[in-house]
């Protein structure tokens, strides 16, 4: 028997953001996910290194390569890129799950000595890289703004972007000179108070776009 329009409106939550989702907790970012975590590395102005997790974090754009996170509120990290023009990103694999955990801790305390990282200087940029990381972006920031919502009023939350001028790669990472992501271990946020996933082989799936 074919389910019915009613039935199925009314098997469906619905809500309208503006009056609060009425969960145990927002899903709105448990189902954009898994998404990659934006391990970000800068220094301020005086030189003091920082770095912080976001999880609103993508590629935009491939040639010339661009990256870009979003911060909720004016951040310590989003503070540097303002200063010096300048970040990196470090890819979060497993072994490297709880040392970035730590880094999310908001502290006036250098993340690389609190979370037990070695920091490896950079080539193009003087941000610091998670030395341990299997890939290191080097960036400079291309632009920084702040969300608006649909009235235009500003929503408290900056994006930065940033293009890739430099990229470390673990070579091991690279059998016959392709990147393998699932040997990379990457852990991905996936909503929720607490929840990451990793990448399984077992579920690749290899489609190719057609073509005229």
């Not at 039935?7 to 969960?23: C, E, I, T, V």
Request: charged share 20%; hydrophobic share 40%.
């Amino acid at each position: 028997m074919a389910t019915s329009w009613f039935d199925w409106a009314m098997s469906m939550h619905f809500y309208r953001p503006a009056d609060g989702h009425g969960l145990s907790h927002d899903p709105f970012n448990a189902i954009v996910a898994p998404r990659p975590i934006g391990w970000i590395g800068t220094r301020a102005a005086d030189g003091r290194r920082n770095l912080a997790p976001y999880s609103f974090f993508n590629a935009f754009n491939y040639r010339p390569p661009i990256i870009g996170f979003a911060s909720i509120g004016w951040k310590d990290t989003v503070a540097n890129c303002a200063a010096t023009g300048e970040f990196t990103w470090n890819l979060v694999s497993r072994p490297l799950l709880e040392q970035m955990n730590q880094t999310c801790a908001p502290t006036d305390e250098d993340e690389f000595e609190r979370a037990g990282l070695l920091a490896a200087e950079s080539v193009e940029v003087s941000a610091p890289r998670v030395a341990a990381a299997g890939v290191n972006f080097e960036c400079r920031v291309t632009q920084q703004l702040e969300l608006t919502d649909r009235a235009g009023d500003g929503v408290g939350t900056w994006v930065t972007f940033g293009e890739v001028v430099a990229v470390h790669i673990d070579q091991a990472l690279l059998p016959n000179g392709i990147f393998d992501t699932a040997a990379a271990l990457p852990m991905l946020r996936a909503g929720g108070p607490a929840t990451y996933f990793g990448v399984d082989p077992s579920t690749r799936v290899d489609l190719h776009r057609p073509r005229d």
